[in-house]
């Protein structure tokens, strides 16, 4: 269900291949044994300086966070990672990095795991969230801080690798569950090279028509019933894709749509909830 053609999603990649091939990114990232989280450091770091593009990734964190400042466990052998950025966005459009990662991401899982059939029900689901099906396989953090004036954007990814922490009440899968022994080292560089890559199209906010139709044709949640929860109203209806600026739009009735910048968003039709980042 939902989803873009298949000739639409081809006609996306070579249009993010032309305009940088991710293979040709050589990311710079710091790797470290144990960290609180990868966003905390990398936020310590742009504060100091650091403008990047400088990946801060952690084979430990002693206290991840997710969206909302959730506490969530992070298991050794699974991917926490957080790029350093400088970028000239308006800080209005700074949460399209959040679908510009995710466009990355998923498509690193699916390079990681040979191909469409590794794991065919890989889907991308607003805003922040990596799925496998009903099952939350990953996510992304946005932080940003300001330095001499400038900007810097701070793009945390959690992958679930070989690990898929027990929280009550959320479905949560990993790599290793479908099957598949990735590495933590070649999924770090890969979904570097990836997110960098789509950043690069992102083009400081220029480039979101292209971003909304690349998120587009990797979800499958189009047309599906979700529940979008913004602080304690709670809106039901269906997914019916993203505006011109990357905000949800929801279906609550025939003809009458919702527009939503902000919220979790939960598949009413499995009952689960997986919202946030490791």
């Known amino acids: 269900p939902g989803g873009c053609c298949g000739h639409c999603r081809g006609l996306i990649q070579v249009l993010m291949t032309d305009n940088r091939d991710w293979r040709s990114i050589s990311p710079r990232i710091d790797v470290l044994e144990k960290v609180d989280s990868?966003?905390?450091?990398?936020?310590?770091?742009?504060?100091?300086?650091?403008?990047?593009?400088?990946?801060?990734s952690a084979h430990q964190q002693s206290r991840g966070r997710g969206r909302l400042d959730r506490t969530w466990q992070s298991p050794p052998g699974n991917l926490y990672q957080s790029l350093i950025a400088a970028t000239e966005a308006p800080a209005g459009k700074l949460p399209q990095l959040s679908l510009a990662a995710g466009i990355g991401a998923f498509d690193a899982v699916e390079g990681l795991v040979g191909g469409p059939a590794g794991l065919p029900n890989l889907s991308l689901k607003w805003h922040n969230d990596l799925m496998v099906g009903a099952e939350k396989l990953g996510g992304i953090l946005i932080q940003s801080?300001?330095?001499?004036?400038?900007?810097?954007?701070?793009?945390?990814?959690?992958?679930?690798?070989?690990?898929?922490?027990?929280?009550?009440?959320?479905?949560?899968?990993?790599?290793?569950?479908?099957g598949?022994?990735?590495?933590?080292?070649?999924?770090?560089?890969?979904?570097?090279?990836?997110?960098?890559?789509?950043?690069?199209?992102?083009?400081?906010?220029?480039?979101?028509?292209?971003?909304?139709?690349?998120?587009?044709?990797?979800?499958?949640?189009?047309?599906?019933?979700?529940?979008?929860?913004?602080?304690?109203?709670?809106?039901?209806?269906?997914?019916?894709?993203?505006?011109?600026?990357?905000?949800l739009l929801l279906e609550s009735s025939p003809g009458h749509t919702q527009r939503f910048e902000v919220g979790d968003v939960s598949l009413t039709n499995t009952g689960s909830v997986a919202t946030g980042r490791e």
Do not use: K, Y
């Open 145 to 178: 801080t300001q330095f001499e004036g400038r900007t810097i954007a701070v793009v945390g990814v959690g992958l679930n690798i070989s690990a898929a922490p027990t929280i009550e009440g959320r479905a949560i899968t990993s790599l290793v569950a479908h």
């Open 38 to 56: 990868t966003n905390a450091e990398a936020m310590r770091r742009a504060a100091a300086g650091e403008c990047g593009p400088l990946w801060i």
């Open 180 to 247: 598949h022994e990735v590495s933590q080292a070649a999924a770090s560089i890969r979904v570097a090279q990836h997110i960098e890559a789509v950043i690069a199209l992102w083009q400081a906010g220029t480039g979101i028509t292209q971003i909304i139709d690349a998120w587009m044709a990797r979800t499958q949640f189009l047309g599906q019933p979700i529940r979008v929860s913004v602080d304690n109203d709670i809106h039901d209806g269906f997914f019916a894709g993203l505006d011109q600026s990357g905000a």
